[in-house]
């Protein structure tokens, strides 16, 4: 195979593991586009994660823990340890918000570790190769820019929720105009568009944030397992490809847990936040 095949061919192969089995939903571009995987990957493991806890809640004894339930106290109490050193009010509500958030994206983010070709390979024996050829699977929701994207919008509406609980509609308001420059006089409706100005990108660049920080870290950490598959397509460089893939699969672990940690501390930070007055 010539370089410029051996290229297009990666090329291709890349291509087409990036493509979503998806629905059009509104016009033509990505914005309309409901993607089924990636929607319906973080579904299940959201009620995967859900009925584990629950399971081990239910059967937990006052006396010598299971290995089961050992495991979920032990993460448990690391999250709840984690929302008292960042927020200091009532966190009855705040930690299993950040429980959840921390295990579901890590749940979504260990999809990364499962081969790339393994839903090629299972539709190829049941529905035969042309099937396989023409479908797309995503195995890694939170790549999809729509999911991080859903869960940051969704954490943008838990700060408002938490401002107006803490400060009511006409305090968030008056905050709106009056902070950080906090002038007095002509001076503070001078400043009040300004003011308005930097409040309004200060919430806007929160959400936006947590997405492209996770989209970023899991679609760059996706692209590098299909650049070192591209090296396992050759006998020559099969076994460094494995070497390759197997020291990415290690370090790449970490990212997975270390980018759940970043996005839970991150929305706790934001909700204490939220409720202090400027």
Do not use: C
């Not at 899991?218 to 050759?234: K, N, P, R, T």
């Amino acid at each position: 195979m010539s370089e410029s095949n051996s290229s297009g061919g990666l090329t291709e192969y890349i291509t087409h593991h990036l493509g979503h089995n998806s629905v059009q939903l509104v016009g033509d571009g990505a914005l309309g586009r409901f993607n089924l995987d990636s929607w319906g990957i973080g579904l299940v493991l959201g009620l995967a994660f859900v009925a584990w806890f629950a399971f081990f809640a239910r059967k937990a004894t006052a006396g010598v823990p299971t290995k089961g339930q050992a495991f979920v106290e032990l993460v448990m109490e690391f999250v709840d340890g984690q929302v008292k050193d960042t927020f200091h009010g009532d966190r009855r509500s705040i930690t299993p918000l950040a429980l959840t958030i921390f295990m579901w994206v890590v749940f979504m983010n260990t999809m990364d570790l499962i081969p790339l070709d393994l839903p090629s390979f299972l539709v190829t024996h049941i529905a035969g190769a042309e099937a396989a050829e023409h479908s797309h699977f995503r195995m890694v929701p939170t790549a999809d820019l729509m999911t991080p994207a859903a869960l940051s919008v969704s954490v943008f509406f838990i700060l408002i929720g938490h401002a107006l609980a803490a400060k009511g509609g006409m305090g968030l308001g008056k905050e709106f105009l009056t902070a950080p420059f906090h002038a007095h006089g002509p001076a503070a409706i001078v400043l009040a568009p300004v003011n308005l100005a930097m409040n309004i990108i200060e919430w806007l660049v929160k959400p936006i944030s947590l997405a492209m920080r996770l989209f970023g870290n899991m679609y760059g950490g996706e692209l590098v397992f299909m650049l070192i598959a591209g090296l396992m397509a050759s006998w020559v460089t099969w076994v460094p490809g494995i070497l390759a893939n197997t020291a990415w699969a290690i370090f790449h672990i970490l990212i997975i847990l270390l980018q759940g940690f970043i996005f839970m501390i991150l929305t706790v930070v934001y909700i204490a936040g939220a409720r202090e007055s400027h």
